[in-house]
């Protein structure tokens, strides 16, 4: 039988991470350095990454470019990591790439990681379907991240920066901002107008550019409109930080020499599968944002504050995340808050996260999975969030049983 590469390489990334740049560097190398026949704009940051990849995406796209897309995690299918002209790819020619890779990182005696492989099988995947940019966001943090191994950077974009994964990236901002600078190496940054004071400090003293000049902010039906340096644009993605990542992409794609309407055709064409998601089915509204860390719930609170009726809060996340900092920014706006445990290996303990919530809120419930929090949830607006890994799980839900 013909083995699954995309199952052997889901199961191989429960052996976890390992940071550091020469097993990924030493895998390009082996396979041609795919990395310098692209033409690479390289995304760090908390929060955003995924949005502003997206906004690149189709600015690139609109502008007449052919793309590759490398993100993660993925949302609805493993493949949209590894999208191409914004679609999903050929997955002949993606399991091709990943069996070559993998095939070759197993001769390894420091074996690389599953995503320092599909790091490098995306941007041999990009090569052979002949697109001239990739996108590529960083897994975590940034100076030692697989993705930052890549050379031939055109620009290098930094988003907003939060405390995050304190054990490996450091208990300051300066210390964070420290590693996502680690991916500006001989190219123009750019960097979110999103900081905190510390954080433009560090980035201030580096001379980067940031994207300031956001201005009237306007929601308007499927979206919201928002100026940036003269120019009106419209995007179908709500929260005011929405704004502020689709700036950045517009001046990270001005300076790689992409500018004129097709900024504002991009821009109004994207879509963000799990950012803020909202679909109304029998009578109640449900919002899907894998939003997971304290700073990226501002969007998700901006809708809860505003929202008439019922709520419930349907939560998970992982165990490296600030459990107890969300508890405390989202717990007090729910009717009832109900937990369950994330699919990943990675998962928080339902005693951990019960422990933070019930600080907040009396009426907390246990649940088994996705599917069993959903079906618990009784307010007319139930909001699932916490983290990536049950979005695609909560979608499906939704559609089978709404």
């Given at each position: 039988?013909?083995r699954?590469i995309?199952?052997?390489?889901?199961?191989?990334?429960?052996?976890g991470?390992?940071y550091?740049?020469?097993?990924?560097?030493?895998?390009?190398?082996?396979f041609g350095s795919p990395?310098?026949k692209?033409?690479?704009?390289?995304?760090?940051?908390?929060?955003?990454?995924?949005?502003?990849?997206?906004?690149?995406t189709r600015?690139?796209?609109?502008?007449?470019?052919?793309?590759?897309?490398?993100?993660?995690?993925a949302?609805?299918?493993?493949a949209?990591?590894?999208?191409?002209n914004?679609?999903l790819?050929?997955?002949?020619?993606?399991?091709?790439?990943l069996?070559e890779?993998?095939?070759?990182a197993m001769t390894?005696?420091d074996?690389?990681?599953?995503?320092?492989?599909?790091?490098v099988?995306?941007?041999?995947?990009?090569?052979k379907?002949?697109?001239?940019?990739a996108?590529?966001?960083c897994?975590?943090?940034g100076?030692?991240?697989?993705?930052?191994?890549?050379?031939?950077?055109?620009?290098?974009?930094?988003?907003?920066?939060?405390?995050e994964?304190?054990a490996?990236?450091g208990?300051?901002?300066?210390e964070i901002?420290?590693?996502?600078?680690?991916?500006i190496?001989?190219?123009?940054?750019?960097?979110?107008?999103l900081?905190s004071?510390?954080?433009?400090?560090?980035?201030?003293?580096?001379?980067?550019?940031?994207?300031?000049?956001?201005?009237?902010?306007r929601?308007?039906?499927?979206?919201?409109?928002?100026?940036?340096?003269?120019n009106?644009?419209f995007?179908?993605?709500?929260?005011?930080?929405?704004?502020?990542?689709?700036?950045?992409?517009?001046?990270?794609?001005?300076?790689?020499?992409?500018e004129?309407?097709?900024?504002?055709?991009?821009?109004?064409?994207?879509?963000?599968?799990?950012r803020?998601?909202?679909i109304?089915?029998?009578?109640?509204?449900?919002v899907?944002?894998?939003a997971?860390?304290?700073?990226?719930?501002?969007?998700?609170?901006?809708?809860?504050?505003a929202?008439?009726?019922?709520?419930?809060?349907?939560?998970?996340?992982?165990?490296d995340?600030?459990?107890?900092?969300?508890?405390?920014?989202?717990?007090?706006?729910?009717?009832?808050?109900?937990i369950?445990?994330?699919?990943?290996?990675?998962?928080?303990?339902?005693?951990a996260?019960?422990a933070?919530?019930?600080?907040?809120?009396?009426?907390?419930?246990?649940?088994?999975?996705?599917a069993?929090?959903?079906?618990?949830?009784?307010?007319?607006?139930?909001?699932?969030?916490?983290?990536?890994?049950?979005?695609?799980?909560?979608?499906?839900?939704?559609?089978?049983?709404?």
């Open positions: 039988m013909e699954d995309i199952d052997i390489i889901s199961r191989y990334e429960v052996r991470s390992k550091g740049l020469e097993r990924t560097r030493a895998l390009l190398d082996a990395d310098e692209l033409k690479i704009i390289h995304i760090a940051g908390s929060n955003g990454k995924g949005s502003i990849a997206e906004y690149v600015i690139l796209l609109a502008a007449g470019k052919t793309v590759g897309t490398f993100t993660s995690p949302v609805c299918c493993y949209e990591k590894f999208a191409v914004g679609d790819p050929d997955l002949r020619r993606l399991r091709q790439c069996s890779v993998y095939d070759r390894f005696y074996r690389p990681t599953a995503f320092e492989i599909e790091t099988a995306a941007l041999c995947l990009f090569v379907c002949g697109v001239e940019y996108v590529v966001e897994g975590l943090g100076r030692y991240d697989a993705t930052n191994a890549i050379s031939r950077k055109q620009v290098a974009v930094i988003s907003s920066v939060s405390k994964h304190t490996l990236l208990n300051t901002i300066t901002c420290r590693h996502k600078a680690g991916i190496k001989d190219c123009p940054a750019v960097v979110s107008a900081q004071e510390e954080g433009r400090a560090y980035f201030s003293s580096l001379g980067v550019m940031f994207a300031d000049g956001v201005e009237d902010i929601p308007a039906e499927g979206g919201q409109y928002f100026t940036f340096r003269g009106r644009y995007i179908p993605l709500l929260g005011t930080a929405q704004c502020y990542n689709a700036a950045l992409a517009v001046l990270a794609c001005k300076v790689i020499g992409v004129g309407e097709c900024v504002a055709r991009g821009l109004a064409s994207a879509h963000i599968f799990g803020m998601e909202i109304r089915r029998g009578g109640r509204t449900f899907l944002d894998g997971h860390n304290p700073a990226a719930f501002s969007p998700l609170v901006e809708y809860a504050s929202a008439a009726g019922s709520k419930s809060l349907v939560f998970s996340c992982l165990s995340k600030d459990v107890g900092e969300a508890a405390k920014i989202l717990g007090g706006l729910f009717d009832e808050v109900i369950f445990p994330s699919p990943s290996y990675r998962k928080m303990s339902l005693d996260i019960y933070a919530f019930s600080k907040y809120n009396d009426n907390i419930i246990r649940a088994d999975d996705t069993d929090a959903l079906a618990s949830a009784g307010c007319e607006t139930v909001v699932l969030c916490g983290t990536f890994t049950v979005i695609s799980e909560g979608r499906k839900w939704i559609d089978r049983e709404q």
